[in-house]
């Protein structure tokens, strides 16, 4: 299972950062991405992290101001984000996927609850 959570209020050009603790599986297994879905839009992929940690892929909108890291004794995954805009407010979700990461939702069978992320501008 996974458990997001870190999401809040925050005014434009502040920052917060997300976790995504895990449980009940070998967690250095798992390949983990956030993906986060908008009103009225479809769900969208945001960074994803390999097993090791040491492979990491963003979205192209957040690169340079987002960073996904994960610490596998503590079974967590963590998104760092800064210069947060208005357009990112949305519900953020974490997601673990054996061995592989990927960039489609589709391809993820475990998913934790949301967390909000609200942008004031």
């Known amino acids: 299972q996974l458990q997001a959570s870190g999401g809040g209020l925050v005014q434009a050009g502040g920052s917060l950062r997300l976790s995504c603790a895990a449980s009940?599986?070998?967690?250095?297994?798992?390949?983990v991405s956030w993906f986060r879905r908008a009103p009225g839009k479809e769900r969208e992929f945001v960074a994803t992290?390999?097993?090791?940690?040491?492979?990491?892929y963003y979205l192209d909108s957040v690169k340079g101001r987002f960073t996904i890291s994960r610490d596998n004794a503590k079974n967590t995954v963590y998104l760092q984000m800064n210069s947060l805009k208005p357009e990112g407010t949305a519900v953020y979700c974490c997601?673990?996927?054996?061995?592989?990461?990927?960039?489609?939702?589709?391809?993820?069978?475990?998913w934790g609850q949301g967390t909000q992320v609200t942008v004031s501008s």
């Open positions: 997601a673990a996927r054996f061995l592989v990461a990927v960039t489609k939702g589709e391809e993820y069978d475990i």
């Open positions: 009940g599986r070998t967690f250095s297994d798992y390949a």
């Open positions: 992290i390999s097993r090791s940690g040491v492979g990491t």
